[in-house]
């Protein structure tokens, strides 16, 4: 066991964390972050990454990735894209899904720290172009439990799919319990 997991590790459970991982050895996802209320879930699903030898990704604007911080970003696992006007950006995240042999993007759907009415859908539509599966990734505040739970494949119906989503959420707390909104997107509304 390499030093970084062993201290990752010790970090989480020092906290009182249990740490779960239910996703079956898959490399190709992507992960859902959520609930996400706080600051704190950064440094969380870090040391989450290191315990379970993910190397989780994320996505930057491509401005973040120009000069000095070009190669901290990099380092970081970061995905620059293109977020102006016409782009699209599904498409382009789910390329990245082609090109390379391992990639677990991780993304919080409700897009802010703040109690957020709807989930952007963006996640989903990047699953599904990229045929990979959705690993649901957690941190519950209320139950100290963190990890990657089990798979949905996207089957299209956005619907069906939410519904499993929201079941395995139902239970769980953010940091901060009144940032944590309905888990939805307005794509279900029709």
Same mark, same amino acid.
């Given at each position: 066991?390499?030093?970084?997991? +062993?201290?990752?590790?010790? =970090? ?7 740490? #779960? $991982?239910?996703?079956? %050895?898959?490399? +190709?996802?992507?992960? @859902? ?13 870090? &040391?989450?990454?290191?315990? /379970? ?6 996505? %930057?604007?491509? !401005? &973040?990735?120009?000069?000095? &911080?070009?190669? @901290?970003?990099?380092? /970081?696992?970061? /995905? ?5 006007? %016409?782009?699209?950006? #599904? ?11 391992? =990639? ?6 409700? %897009? ?11 996640? *989903? ?14 941190? $519950? *505040? ?5 990890? /990657? ?5 996207? !089957? ?19 940091? *901060? ?14």
């Amino acid at each position: 066991m390499s030093m970084k997991r +062993k201290v990752a590790e010790l =970090l989480l459970r020092r906290g009182g964390w249990q740490i #779960v $991982d239910e996703s079956e %050895g898959i490399r +190709k996802a992507v992960v @859902v972050a959520a609930p996400h209320a706080s600051n704190w879930d950064g440094y969380h699903v870090i &040391l989450l990454g290191s315990a /379970l030898r993910a190397k989780f990704a994320w996505i %930057g604007k491509r !401005s &973040l990735f120009v000069g000095p &911080l070009q190669g @901290v970003m990099r380092r /970081l696992n970061g /995905l620059p894209i293109d977020r102006r006007g %016409g782009r699209d950006m #599904v498409s382009s995240v789910a390329a990245e899904f082609q090109a390379r042999d391992e =990639l677990l993007l991780c993304i919080a759907p409700e %897009g802010t720290r703040s109690r957020a009415e709807f989930w952007k859908s963006g996640f *989903y539509h990047i699953a599904r172009r990229a045929r990979a599966p959705i690993l649901m990734g957690f941190i $519950d *505040y209320a139950q100290r439990r963190c990890g /990657l739970g089990p798979a949905v494949h996207p !089957s299209g119906d956005i619907r069906r799919d939410m519904e499993t989503i929201r079941a395995f959420y139902r239970d769980m707390e953010g940091r *901060y319990p009144e940032n944590w909104g309905p888990i939805r997107t307005r794509d279900e509304l029709g």
